[in-house]
């Protein structure tokens, strides 16, 4: 897959509000995180209803995508993936969840990442889920609006310790909950944020 670049291209955030996926409570209000955004490239930050940001893949990917196409003036709309094979994603969103297979799964105590994937004959990586998500999303609100996945590097989403690149957004938050020192994930946040931790 290639990079692309539109020189005037503006950037939309669609950002969960207070509240986050399975419900928990985000560490900074949701105005300064729409702050950070703004200061780090967003044009404009919209609030994802809480309704569908805490909620499973399905119900935060098809919220996310009827807001974008609601705004009527969306081009492409990117997300992470571990793979970032557009080709392969789309195939896997074309696949029918077994629900079956999803309901025995969760029923044993799996999680519904592991369940999910399983169910959908899909890895067990928590973007390339959600990415499979948005495009069934998109396929159903018929949208004009062209997927762009963008690989993850660094840390995977659920990797509990921090890392020299990327360290992942539960590592961050594992180690402000558990440590009283903030200067700890000084290198591990955006620089225009450092001064709302007072570090």
């Excluded at 499973?56 to 492409?76: P, R």
């Excluded at 921090?162 to 000084?186: E, P």
């Amino acid at each position: 897959m290639q990079f692309f670049y539109l020189k005037d291209a503006k950037i939309i955030c669609i950002m969960s509000g207070d509240f986050v996926q399975r419900g928990d409570i985000a560490i900074l209000d949701k105005h300064t995180r729409a702050k950070i955004a703004v200061e780090n490239g967003a044009d404009l930050v919209i609030q994802l209803p809480t309704f569908f940001s805490s909620q499973v893949a399905q119900i935060f990917a098809t919220g996310s995508v009827s807001l974008i196409n609601s705004l009527n003036c969306v081009d492409y709309l990117c997300f992470g993936s571990e793979s970032a094979d557009i080709s392969r994603l789309l195939d896997m969103s074309k696949s029918n969840l077994q629900q079956n297979i999803l309901k025995d799964s969760l029923d044993l105590g799996e999680s519904y990442v592991k369940s999910h994937a399983k169910a959908n004959n899909i890895p067990n990586t928590s973007n390339d889920i959600l990415a499979v998500e948005y495009l069934k999303a998109l396929k159903l609100f018929n949208s004009n609006v062209k997927p762009y996945p963008i690989k993850r590097t660094g840390s995977s989403y659920n990797d509990k310790d921090l890392s020299g690149v990327f360290s992942s957004a539960t590592a961050i938050r594992d180690t402000l909950k558990n440590n009283d020192d903030i200067k700890i994930i000084k290198e591990h946040i955006p620089k225009s944020s450092i001064w709302y931790y007072d570090v």
